[in-house]
């Protein structure tokens, strides 16, 4: 079976250092991958995509992910983190046009 | 969310009672989904629609039903025959390979 993992249900960091949060996919092959948030209480938003094209993606909001096929992985990363990122992400990999897997989540809090 | 709208934003339900979710687009997009979300979990599929007059189920159909009479439109019913429905429901529209979510409606059952 395919699907995704997020790797941290819970990512703390403190305002204007990195942020890193861990995706790994199973697939048999190189899926579309895609990053969305969510703030409380709202729906999901596009961040960013992969769809075999360059492995390095940028995303709004100064996001960014890196698809790497060797180690089945597909991390979501900023460099410098702002009080307005915390919110809910979710990794997820289409399996087909109706078939999308979502990751449990990684909730993200941002301290001062 | 632009373009997906979802109507009431808090819906509170006795036991026993059906209830309907709205969900509307502008977005002139052929497919369209539910999904469900409850605390700690990722979203999971209930219905989908990819044409006028045509759904499949999802995952966790039990308990739900919908229609697609016009492609703006894809209302969720969520029956007495649901065993645990409140959670937080989100619909989707797609374009291409990318799915697009409205703002979605959250379910008290009291």
């Known amino acids: 079976a395919q699907s995704v993992t997020q790797l941290d249900s819970h990512v703390s960091v403190s305002e204007g250092t990195p942020v890193l949060l861990r995706c790994n996919y199973s697939?048999?092959?190189?899926?579309?991958l895609f990053w969305y948030v969510q703030h409380p209480n709202k729906g999901l938003q596009l961040l960013l995509k992969y769809t075999s094209a360059a492995t390095l993606v940028k995303g709004i909001n100064g996001f960014e992910a890196e698809f790497k096929k060797s180690e089945t992985s597909f991390h979501l990363t900023k460099p410098s983190a702002h009080m307005s990122d915390a919110a809910e992400y979710f990794c997820?990999?289409?399996?087909?046009?109706?078939?999308?897997?979502f990751g449990a989540g990684t909730r993200l809090t941002v301290k001062p | 969310d632009g373009g997906i709208t979802q109507s009431p934003k808090y819906l509170f339900r006795k036991e026993g009672q059906n209830v309907t979710l709205s969900c509307e687009q502008n977005l002139n997009h052929d497919a369209m989904y539910w999904y469900r979300q409850d605390p700690g979990q990722g979203l999971r599929l209930i219905y989908y629609s990819q044409i006028v007059n045509d759904f499949q189920k999802g995952d966790i159909a039990e308990g739900y039903s919908v229609s697609r009479e016009k492609k703006e439109s894809f209302p969720l019913t969520v029956t007495s025959a649901q065993k645990n429905p409140t959670a937080f429901y989100l619909c989707a529209s797609r374009r291409g390979n990318t799915q697009y979510f409205g703002p979605g409606t959250r379910l008290t059952v009291l």
């Open positions: 697939s048999s092959y190189s899926p579309s």
């Open positions: 997820v990999v289409s399996l087909g046009d109706n078939d999308m897997r």
